[in-house]
């Protein structure tokens, strides 16, 4: 049977899905619906939503179209959520990994290293990371996946602490398998659906990092992102409401979205699950 | 004489869509005062859904359907929830298979029993504490004063099920339901528990409820036995009559699965030149290192010598802790022992360097315990067979080719290479995990405790392969376990571990017929059932 079937029949794997595909339609058909740089002024400011209908979501304080921000920030939030997750999730798992299979001092040193991220919280090492590096889009993108690590690879190491007592690890060291064949192609498989599931979590938190810390005029002004649409929003939160609240709806539908079809994959990537409905 | 608990074709209802219907069909049994009724069967046969449907204990999704429970007369099916739970513990009793996961690891012994006593009477503080004392007296637990205060963790297994046996007992059931009792213990620790549960079932009167897989516990304890298979009694009646004279063809097939004692194949000659000669093997655990301060030190392994003829089976039999698994661990290098020589051939494994071992490895491959935790679960079997020999650089295609011809030799079939481990039996698992260690085509093959997780009649047929594959290839191997009769089948010498020392070693017939060490006397001592031996069926 098909992955594809089987994560058809979960119910929640498909609207997430469904949520993922709309967000990227809204990625890819950016640059057709609106060819303009989404940053210039379109209009008179703080128009309504629906009021003109040449701004369905109506424009911001500086007189932006939002719906033009809106399309143009998923790529962004897209870009954003996917390469930190990535970074995040590759130190993450190595260290962990490391960690977990070797044991003893290794162990000890990297768990010392994860402890030292962890201590920190991870949102005023960002602030840091981007006080001192500067705040263009690729350093904000990497400073965020170098700060949510830790939990990857706390998560990584605990699978890997039992896995490695398995017999079948065993097994694949009596067979003569090297060290990187075993971590990476024995266990590391065995050790993936909390972390699939975890990658969810992490998309998710890179977007509101990322939000956050546009919110706080500290990330790259010169794109249009969902967090600088709401930092944009902020003066205006209590009479012209919508423009925050419309790219947090945006931002809601993407976490929504990643944290289900990871879900829905673990569901159906898990083959001790097959046959079950 | 009446019976105390009686079961009239209780029928209980698996959830749509489990492989029967029915977990336990028309299952009729009664337990006698001061008896004990062993319930036998295999994994799956419905014998610990019969001690859960008479406590009420049964799973999710899990019910009676048909049937009554009768104590003393009373239909318990038929009592509401608080009135079984008067009975739960004060009229009938359990013990369990594990008694470190059914103790509370964060109380004392003693606090616990004592539970017993404040839910079930109205006893003074005072009261309890001596009740309670009493009966950690009347299980023999070794200083019964101290095992009050003591934490589950800081007692010996034999010891938690003693505490598990004081708690059941506390309030004098009529009944007691034991459930795999002992299937966790050593054979020694097994004999004491079996002698205290006659002991106190002489002196009180209980009706004893036993569930057992092993047909040598049945021997040794049972008055009544009914045989399960697949949910149904096929089989009951008095000890003597099944034991000796069982009628139904399923009694005879396990009955004659069971390795017996009496009866040791005659000794195959044996090579005088070694396949393997294990000499001054030593290992500690716990040893100080850099960075870690030092732990209660172990000695695993002290000096053992051992040799391995060819072609032969040399096997080495002890209780958890002598080091036996460690002695499998460290031959096929999964340790690094701290001292000593493990030759195969010329080549001394002990003594090489990480990049040679990985080469040398396929001259000796190991079959490990547990077929559920030793094939990876995210692997297709024939690939998991196939990849000893693509590690060992032999191209894919004759990789997957020798697996094949692999599948044949284990009885499997080979159309069944692209399933994975879960779709396979417990069986089925080991002679995967068996024909993956024969794709190196090893000279020298470790099998640690291969067929100690296995159902009776399927342990027979995995003996009959190893024993037949030797024939075929001229196997030499190394087998571990800690069941004597096993050993005795398969075995053409023997050496007896206690400690991290090998006390006594020899051929089968000596080491069995005649025993000089006095701990490989207690060992024999205390198999199950050693008085009967299986009627020649």
């Known amino acids: 049977m098909s992955l594809l079937k089987r994560f058809g029949r979960s119910p929640p794997a498909v609207i997430g899905l469904l949520l993922m595909l709309v967000v990227l339609a809204a990625a890819l058909l950016a640059s057709t619906l609106y060819p303009d740089d989404p940053l210039r002024l379109a209009g008179r400011p703080l128009q309504w939503p629906g009021a003109n209908p040449r701004f369905p979501f109506g424009t911001d304080p500086s007189g932006r179209d939002i719906a033009a921000q809106i399309l143009h920030g998923a790529r962004v939030s897209l870009l954003i959520g996917s390469v930190a997750t990535v970074v995040s999730l590759g130190v993450g798992i190595l260290i962990g990994a490391f960690a977990g299979y070797f044991g003893g001092w290794v162990d000890d040193v990297l768990m010392r290293i994860t402890e030292a991220f962890q201590t920190l919280p991870a949102f005023l090492l960002l602030l840091v990371l981007v006080a001192v590096f500067g705040s263009d889009i690729a350093t904000v993108t990497l400073a965020i996946g170098l700060v949510s690590w830790p939990a990857t690879a706390r998560l990584t190491r605990a699978e890997f602490l039992t896995l490695r007592e398995r017999e079948f690890v065993q097994a694949c060291r009596t067979l003569g398998m090297g060290h990187g064949q075993i971590v990476f192609r024995e266990i590391l498989p065995n050790a993936l659906p909390p972390i699939i599931v975890y990658a969810g979590v992490v998309m998710a938190s890179s977007i509101l990092l990322e939000s956050a810390l546009a919110f706080l005029n500290l990330s790259d002004p010169n794109i249009a992102s969902w967090g600088n649409m709401i930092g944009a929003g902020k003066g205006v939160l209590r009479s012209q409401w919508y423009v925050s609240a419309i790219p947090g709806v945006a931002i809601l539908i993407t976490v929504l979205a990643v944290s289900l079809v990871g879900q829905g994959l673990n569901d159906a990537l898990n083959p001790r699950l097959r046959g079950r409905s | ?537």
């Open chain 2, 1 to 537: 004489m009446t019976a105390v608990l009686e079961l009239r074709g209780l029928s209980v209802a698996l959830p749509p869509g489990a492989d029967r219907p029915f977990a336990l069909q028309d299952v009729s049994l009664s337990l006698q005062r001061g008896r004990t009724l062993c319930v036998v069967g295999e994994s799956g046969s419905g014998k610990s859904m019969t001690a859960g449907a008479v406590m009420r204990l049964l799973p999710d999704g899990v019910s009676v359907s048909a049937g009554q429970v009768l104590l003393d007369g009373t239909d318990l099916l038929t009592l509401p929830e608080p009135a079984m739970r008067k009975i739960r513990g004060a009229r009938i009793a359990m013990i369990f298979q594990e008694p470190m996961t059914a103790l509370n690891p964060l109380r004392p012994i003693g606090d616990q029993i004592a539970e017993v006593f404040r839910t079930h009477t109205d006893l003074s503080r005072a009261a309890i504490a001596r009740r309670t004392l009493a009966l950690l007296e009347e299980v023999r637990l070794p200083d019964p004063a101290a095992a009050l205060a003591a934490f589950p963790h800081e007692l010996s297994g034999g010891q938690r099920q003693r505490a598990m046996i004081a708690m059941a007992l506390a309030l004098e059931p009529e009944t007691l339901i034991a459930d795999e009792p002992t299937t966790a213990l050593d054979v020694t620790t097994q004999a004491q528990i079996l002698h205290l549960i006659r002991d106190l079932q002489a002196r009180r009167g209980t009706a004893v409820l036993f569930i057992t897989h092993d047909f040598g516990v049945v021997a040794e304890i049972a008055h009544d036995i009914a045989v399960m298979q697949g949910g149904t009694v096929v089989e009951q009646g008095p000890a003597d009559a099944i034991l000796n004279h069982p009628q139904h063809p399923y009694t005879k097939a396990l009955i004659a699965a069971v390795p017996p004692l009496s009866h040791i194949p005659p000794p195959r000659p044996i090579s005088p030149e070694a396949a393997l000669t294990i000499t001054g093997l030593s290992k500690e655990f716990g040893k100080p290192t850099r960075f870690r301060r030092a732990k209660r030190l172990v000695r695993a392994l002290d000096d053992v010598s051992v040799t391995l003829p060819r072609g032969g089976t040399l096997g080495i039999v002890g209780e958890s802790g002598s080091g036996k698994s460690t002695l499998a661990r460290c031959v096929v290098r999964l340790l690094d022992p701290d001292g000593g020589s493990i030759r195969l051939g010329t080549t001394d494994l002990a003594a090489l360097a990480p990049r040679q071992l990985r080469t040398e490895r396929s001259r000796i491959q190991m079959v490990f315990q547990d077929p559920y935790a030793s094939l990876n679960p995210r692997r297709r079997v024939g690939e998991l067979v196939a990849q000893g020999p693509m590690v060992q650089g032999v191209a894919r295609a004759e990789a997957f080719d020798r697996a094949r011809e692999l599948f044949g030799l284990v009885g499997l079939d080979p159309g069944a290479m692209n399933r994975f481990p879960h779709e396979f039996s417990g069986g089925q698992r080991q002679r995967i995990g068996l024909a993956r260690a024969l794709a190196l085509r090893p000279e020298v093959l470790v099998a640690d405790e291969a067929v100690s997780a296995l159902d009776v009649s399927v342990q027979a047929q995995i003996l009959r392969l190893l024993a037949d594959l030797r024939e075929r290839l001229g196997l030499s191997t190394l087998f571990i376990t800690h069941d004597l009769r096993v050993a005795a089948q398969i075995c053409d010498w023997i050496a007896v571990m206690h400690r991290g020392r090998v006390v006594e070693e020899g051929t089968v017939a000596a080491v069995f017929g005649a025993p000089q060490h006095e701990y490989t006397r207690a060992l024999l001592a205390s198999v199950p059932g050693r008085g009967w031996a299986p009627p020649g069926i």
